[in-house]
């Protein structure tokens, strides 16, 4: 008999995410994912992002399209095709829901733009640091794998921060999609297994000071180095996770954040 006795292919899995699975595939679908824990995390993780796109966007496409973007408008007016054809694409963005990407457009700046890089960063935290078996896809042990893995997907040259002198070991890291495309994910734990996450992703945001931030019970540091932004999260106090972001940072070369990997 073969591991697989019944497909179920990664558009099945979306699909059921996004509810559009057939009625007949829904129960084996559930019954992959219940004995398939690494399809049944990557499951949970998009609906986690799909659940945050919709409490954050939702309102946005019920919104009416601003009278800049109507289309009979702008043809009285007798604006350039180019111009009609813009507006026709964001009005279609509107009108589907999709304009939250649409705003976040190709850099995750913007108004508050960052804000969305850092609540991308902090979900992700909430995500995985609660998982017992699953919580990377490579373990500390493999730390140079790791790192060089991720530097190559990321497109410049990471570290993962050496944080024992405050209780940390590093759990492993993970690649994640981010608002400017791949991501990198460290995570590190302490003796009473309190964890600490680290994402970093590309940004055309300006240079900034470490700064924090604040959902729910988890909290962030968050910093731009030159074309790199990193957010530091944890559920520590303020003063214990300024700690292990100052650490971090520390042990972040500067130098290495404005050029791309050299490999």
């Known amino acids: 008999m073969s591991e ?11 699909a059921y995410v996004d509810g559009e699975l057939p009625a007949d595939r829904r129960s084996a679908v559930e019954a992959w994912l ?4 690494d399809d049944a995390t990557r499951v949970a993780a998009w609906r986690a ?9 939702d309102a946005i496409a019920s919104e009416p399209i601003p009278a800049r973007l109507d289309l009979d408008r702008l043809t009285r007016q007798r ?10 694409a964001v009005a279609a963005f509107v009108a589907g829901g999709a304009a939250g990407w649409f705003l976040r457009g190709a850099t995750g700046v ?4 960052f804000e969305i890089f850092t609540t991308d960063a902090i979900d992700a935290h909430k995500l995985y ?8 896809e490579v373990p500390g042990s493999e730390a140079d794998h790791l790192v060089q893995w991720l530097s190559k997907r990321v497109g410049y040259e990471l570290r993962a921060p050496d944080l024992k002198r405050l209780g940390l070991k590093l759990v492993g890291g993970r690649l994640l999609p981010g608002p400017t495309g791949a991501a990198a994910f460290f995570m590190y734990e302490n003796a009473s297994g309190e964890r600490f996450t680290i994402y970093s992703a590309r940004s055309n945001a300006p240079d900034t000071a470490m700064r924090y931030n604040v959902s729910g019970k988890c909290s962030a540091f968050y910093w731009v180095d030159g074309d790199v932004a990193y957010v530091v999260s944890g559920q520590a106090e303020r003063d214990e996770l300024s700690k292990v972001a100052t650490a971090a940072y520390e042990q972040f070369d500067p130098r290495t954040s404005r050029k791309g990997s050299s490999s």
């Open 49 to 57: 992002q799909a659940e945050a796109i919709h409490a954050r966007y």
């Open 110 to 113: 913007g108004p508050n733009g």
């Open 4 to 14: 697989r006795p019944l497909s179920v292919t990664e558009d099945e899995l979306h």
């Open 129 to 136: 640091a609660v998982e017992v078996r699953h919580p990377v």
């Open 79 to 88: 604006r350039s095709w180019k111009t009609v054809a813009t507006a026709a």
């Open 34 to 37: 219940a004995s398939h824990q």
